[in-house]
């Protein structure tokens, strides 16, 4: 009896539990404290001066199925609502809104706590939006996971009304096209808030690395800056962990304007995915300010490798959709950074996704070492779309709003022009172009465009990192269980594409996709079963992270999302896509141990 309690815990410790104790989020790495976001959207405060009204909260809603609340004047009139919605939120995360692919109105009443000029933000609105305040149009926005805002200049404190009309419908001139295999989630899905600013305020602010030693960093500050009144003599200073580094006394015209001016760190602390170590920035202009995160390092190619600070980096990542059974694309922050504890606790150093994230999964992926692999929603265009300069002024707009909203987060590693375009060579002029014009932006990240199954192209010979989306076991093929020979000719396959371009790196941007359905498993390794799954998601995880001419790859995909209406009888088990390596509730299937022991040991 004396030996039982010894036995127990012999027992427990010899048993199959997952060895990998739960991830737990370090502070940040940061020496200055940068403060609260009193709009609970970022990691940290983004301004000191500013007033700001958080417009998270219930909303007014009415669906206008025919389309007709323009025609009556919904934005003077409302309708009575149907219900309300919590914003920021979807419609189609609602049972009596499921499948609602449409236009929909909201209402609420904001009140300014000072007269003077509000500037109203949204950061994300799916898919058309058009606003009025008091009944007065302030403007539309076509695009979904991209910020806009709009300036009411001399406003009274007091109550208003705001009225959203958002239409999630999708043909195949929108950014994404109708049917991509994730759900457009109607609606004002990321966050709303108002600030009140002076005439003259801070619109953008970015602090990007220039060059850096042991002993010292050079940095580049890039503010635009806003004049509603008259040109202006204005201070302008930039402070870096709460020191000034640079003040000077600057004429602004009227209207927009870039200011640019370098500081310099000594004996900077490096972010590296190992050792995520950020900086605060502040910059003041006049009456306003801004707070931003940087973090000092590199980004670059030498011959096949992709080099993070000098180094050659191995990217062990997941591809992750804003996707969440309860809550649709529009996850609170606490379950934003639950993925991430599950990202962080897999091993993994990346993240892929197919449209820029919010800026809180940036500031997670920034804080926690997560290198983010960003992408704008061109998916799946045949030739005959890109072939439409219409398409084509979507790509770019969509473009230089990712890089403008995502370029001073030290995660970023490459910018991608799109996904999957299944004929590209016969649109090269159009990659050509679009790739020009990317290089015109930003040339201190790689520039890439993700192609389908493991072809060499010719619009290969126009990125700067080949970027393959491949599985070692087609889940397309008509076969149903895992074939040896199969594999071996895939990965003879993949290899031909570094034998016709060996001078450049490659990535594989999606490996491992198979449905699992999870909790079903069986003997002999069939499709469906979570085994089926997790060989294929372990065999591909080797291929990409053993071969030297490989920069590594991303799982195909983070957790089981829903797919588009059109696609529900297409191979899809009750409409999701269930490749995730963990399910829609974030439960693991069995592939995300297999990936954990692969990403695990190659750290
Ligand atoms: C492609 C595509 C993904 C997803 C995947 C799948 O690789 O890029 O978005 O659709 O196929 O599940 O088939």
Known sequence: MRFLPLLFVMALSAGEYPQ????????????????????????FRTTSLRRQINLAGWWDFAPDPKDTGESGRFFERFPKPETSLWVPGTWNSQARYWQYVGVGWYRRTLDLPENGNARICFSGVFYRA?????????????????????LVRDINKGSHTLVVRADNRLDDMTLPKRNVDWFPYGGIDRP?????????????FQVTTVEFGAEQARLAASVVVRNAGRPVRERIALAIDGQEVHAESREIPAGASTLQFEAVVRRPRIWSPEDPNLYSARVSAGGDDQFTRFGIHSVGVDGSKILWNGRPVKIRGVN?????????????????????????RLGANAVRGHYPPTDLFLDYCDQNGLLFLDEIPSWQ?????????????????????????????????????????????????????????????DRS??????????????????????????AQYQWYDPITYLDEGEGEKSIADVTRIH???????????????????????????????????????????????????LSGGCVWQFSDTRTAPERILSGRLHGWNTKGIVDAQRSPKLAYYRLQEVYQKRR
């Not at 149009?137 to 805002?149: K, N, R």
């Not at 108002?194 to 619109?203: C, F, S, T």
């Not at 529009?330 to 990202?343: M, T």
Request: glycine fraction near 8%; aromatic fraction near 12%.
């Open 499 to 549: 034998q016709r371009y060996p001078g450049k790196p490659v990535i594989l941007t999606e490996f491992g996709g198979a449905e699992a359905q999870a909790g079903w498993h069986n003997w002999g390794n069939v499709k469906w079963s979570e085994e089926y799954q997790s060989r294929n998601v372990e065999d591909s995880a080797r291929y990409a992270l053993d071969q030297d001419w």
């Open 130 to 150: 058009k606003i009025w305040l008091d009944g007065a149009l302030l403007g539309e926005h076509e695009g979904s996971y991209l910020p806009f805002s709009f």
């Open 20 to 43: 990998i104790p739960p991830y737990v989020l370090p502070p940040s790495k940061m020496v200055w404290d940068d403060g609260q976001d009193a709009m609970a959207s970022r990691l």
């Open 445 to 470: 990240h790689p520039i890439t465009f993700v192609t389908g199954g493991p072809n060499p192209w010719r619009v290969h010979e126009l990125v700067d990192v080949i970027s393959v989306n491949w």
């Open 381 to 441: 265009y045949r030739a005959e779309q890109l072939a439409s300069p219409a398409v084509q002024d979507k790509i770019r707009s969509s473009f230089r709003g990712m890089v403008e909203k995502d370029s001073g987060h030290a995660s970023i590693l490459t910018w991608s022009l799109g996904n999957e375009w299944p004929e590209p060579d016969k649109s090269y002029d159009v990659v050509k172009s679009l790739m020009e014009y990317a290089h015109s932006l």
């Open 192 to 204: 709303v808030y108002v600030e009140m600013v002076p005439d003259l305020w801070v619109e953008r």
């Open 320 to 344: 992750r959709h804003e996707d969440h059974p309860e809550w649709g694309s529009a996850s609170p922050g606490y379950l934003v950074r639950q993925d991430v504890e599950i990202i962080k």
